[in-house]
């Protein structure tokens, strides 16, 4: 009996390395859980682009989710391995075939999904709501909807309004808006500045754009409640649990809560007002500098004055919300590799000296912008958005029949269009998701406020 009784055991053991080995599977799907991953000693994420999960932002890998997943695996003690795909069928077809390990976005709780996954972290509540200005005539209730013009892109918001209209008997006057040509995060524009009075977008979109655009009203819901959270495999209970008791355990942390206020709180526009009179013949007090270091790169000090001001108000100790310093407002990361040392980024000559040398390897990055006022435009953009946005807007332009090298209604276009999904997911695209709009108005800015100091202060 003992050989016999050794053999069994033996046996078993061998059938319980393979089933809880990192290639084994239960029911066609991956059976990796918290220990393997430990073994492997980093979690790999997946996610996907949009304003609130995950996105390049000059260079610098940002988003709530990301760094809410940043937070989770640093607790694990583990590595993270970010895997960002283009949907959200997507994502659950990378999970179940255990190439990804964890879901980090707010996938929809569906019941077609409850049978393959475990849903954990934080439940979110989302809802769809009306977009519109702060005013005394703000609609309170779905029923002043009748009689009024609501534009929206196609989808799911169109869709939400065309079943609320039908509840109500009609009467909702619904545009729908061509995703090739505008982007729902456009559309938000656009109400701000009162070029239209209403559109729809979900809660979490709205109040990112609440943090650009103050003047907005997303009070009134018009859907039903759906419920999101990040997921995993049914076979990962153990990395599940963790997930779960993390998040109870931190959502009330300071850097869970710097990360919220970050991305749904912090105003997004800069604050700008005159420092000096240029009626004196002065920009700034800091004119000297951008006449000594714009001869490095060949502009007129006026450009590069013009530049600071719109990134900064001219205020060397500025911090961004994405945590851009100083002057140049340059990313933490940018101003190192610039050569600025680690806590002289809010020093102005430093500053300058770094914003400078960025502008040379942006100039030679767009050197095949023969046109050098062109360049210029390139160069700014790409300052200001991160350079591989821009090489991204100048693929779709060259896809689509535009100049890739001229910046005004070619190139231009496409950094507006790549907050919309069908362009940031277009193959040529290498960078993701991208908020254009801020971009487009900036190099449109800094040019017409350099023009204005040509006219006012001496060379």
């Known amino acids: 009996m003992k050989p016999l009784v050794f053999f069994c055991m033996f046996f078993s053991v061998i059938l319980l390395v393979s089933c809880t080995g990192k290639r084994s599977r239960v029911d066609g799907e991956a059976n990796i859980d918290l220990a393997d991953i430990r073994e492997r000693g980093e979690l790999i994420v997946l996610t996907a682009n949009s304003s609130t999960s995950y996105f390049n932002y000059r260079g610098e890998p940002m988003g709530f989710q990301y760094e809410l997943a940043q937070q989770f695996v640093q607790s694990l003690g583990l590595k993270m391995k970010l895997k960002v795909v283009n949907n959200t069928a997507e994502m659950v077809r990378c999970l179940l075939k255990g190439e990804g390990d964890l879901i980090a976005y707010n996938l929809d709780i569906t019941p077609a999904w409850k049978d393959s996954l475990i849903y954990c972290g934080e439940e979110n509540i989302t809802h769809q709501v009306i977009v519109q200005r702060r005013s005394r005539d703000e609609l309170k209730d779905v029923t002043q909807l009748i009689g009024k013009d609501v534009y929206v892109s196609p989808g ?77 495999r049914k076979t990962s209970p153990l990395l599940a649990e963790a997930a779960d008791k993390w998040h109870k355990e931190n959502i009330n942390s300071p850097e869970f809560k710097a990360s919220a206020r970050r991305y749904f709180e912090l105003n997004k526009q800069p604050v700008h007002g005159s420092i000096l009179s240029v009626e004196d013949g002065k920009i700034s007090h800091f004119d000297d500098l951008f006449r000594k270091y714009a001869k490095e790169i060949g502009w007129d000090w006026r450009l590069l004055a013009s530049l600071a001001y719109t990134e900064s108000n001219f205020n060397p100790n500025v911090v961004s919300w994405a945590g851009a310093k100083g002057l140049m407002q340059l990313m933490p990361a940018t101003a190192h590799a610039m050569g600025i040392p680690k806590g ?98 900036f190099v449109r800015d800094v040019i017409d406020r350099s023009e204005m100091y040509k006219k006012k202060i001496k060379k």
């Open 156 to 232: 799911k918001y169109y869709d939400r309004l065309v079943h609320l209209d039908e509840e109500l008997g009609g009467g909702i006057q619904i545009h729908e808006v061509e995703a090739d040509s505008v982007s729902a995060e456009d559309l938000i524009t656009w109400v701000s500045e009162g070029k239209i009075d209403y559109t729809v977008a979900t809660d979490e979109v709205a109040k990112i754009n609440r943090t650009y655009y103050p003047n907005l009203n997303i009070n009134l819901v018009i859907s039903f409640d759906q419920r999101a959270s990040w997921a995993v």
């Open 344 to 441: 002289k980024e809010q020093d102005p000559e430093e500053s300058i000296k770094g914003g400078v040398k960025y502008i040379a390897q942006l100039q030679n990055l767009f050197r095949k912008v023969s046109d050098k006022e062109e360049q210029v435009k390139f160069v700014l953009a790409a300052y200001n958005a991160g350079a591989g946005h821009i090489t991204d807007a100048m693929a779709l332009a060259e896809k689509y029949g535009r100049n890739p090298y001229l910046w005004e209604h070619h190139v231009d276009h496409y950094v507006l269009l790549k907050s919309n999904e069908e362009y940031y997911q277009d193959p040529v695209c290498k960078n993701g998701y991208f908020r254009g709009t801020e971009t487009y108005n």
